[in-house]
């Protein structure tokens, strides 16, 4: 499977089974500078990059809305996105991802310029010749990627609340103010309620969490929707990704 779990090892015993983070990772925070910040416009803007400075680390996402006309619960239509997986930054970059969407699991995992992807319990190498668009293409679920369409547009909107630990790394927490409520008005309608908070990294200044909760109804119809996303193992000289057999 992927999302990073060990896979049966090559048949050609001198290829390289796996890609692990450097000895060295667990020992530095990656990016340098701490975060000062009082609103997200002066640190959204480079916490998804600042993924990129790491050495490696682990993550998953969830995705869940509920829909349904009328106001009747009993005619609620859920759909649920979840994905995990690992980032290896150095020394060669790899990563592993395993999305499954209402029950339906596609993985994928990319060494170096090698991909290849699964949609069941065998993994079939991609062409050489597709493998930069399939990168491409699976790179969009990473969550720098998700955070940057969720939080940039709204960055001054989300206001330095305090520190604390968050995912083993210390963090500086922003919660999304009131001037957010014409934003999912717009969008859930007048009866928007909406919950919504990131944690940067203190040090380093990269995405360590976000959560996104929402509630709306119009005259016609009542919804729900939620995004969580968390950022683990930063570092950990004990990442690492498998190639498949």
């Known amino acids: ?126 062409p050489a010749a597709m493998s930069d668009t399939m990168v491409q293409t699976f790179t969009a679920y990473q969550p720098q990627k998700l955070f940057s369409i969720a939080f940039m547009a709204n960055a001054s909107f989300y206001k330095r609340v305090g520190e604390e630990t968050k995912n083993g790394v210390a963090a500086i927490h922003f919660k999304g103010d009131q001037s957010l409520n014409s934003v999912y008005a717009s969008m859930f309608g007048v009866n928007a309620t909406f919950s919504e908070d990131v944690w940067i990294a203190k040090d380093g200044g990269f995405l360590v969490a976000s959560e996104i909760k929402t509630t709306g109804a119009t005259a016609s119809a009542v919804g729900a929707y939620a995004s969580v996303v968390n950022i683990t193992d930063v570092n950990s000289s004990s990442n690492k990704v498998v190639r498949p057999s």
């Open 1 to 126: 499977t992927g999302g990073g779990e060990a896979a049966a090892p090559p048949s050609d015993p001198g290829a390289t089974q796996a890609v692990a983070a450097s000895p060295a990772a667990s020992k530095t925070p990656g990016a340098t500078g701490a975060t000062t910040a009082e609103t997200g416009a002066g640190t959204f803007g480079t916490a998804a990059d600042n993924l990129d400075k790491l050495t490696s680390y682990k993550y998953t996402v969830s995705i869940s809305t509920t829909s349904s006309t009328g106001g009747a619960p009993s005619a609620a239509v859920a759909h649920t996105t979840s994905m995990s997986g690992t980032v290896i930054n150095s020394p060669t970059k790899a990563y592993s991802l395993q999305l499954t969407d209402n029950g339906t699991t596609t993985s994928v995992i990319a060494i170096g310029s090698d991909v290849w992807l699964s949609s069941g319990s065998v993994f079939q190498q991609v």
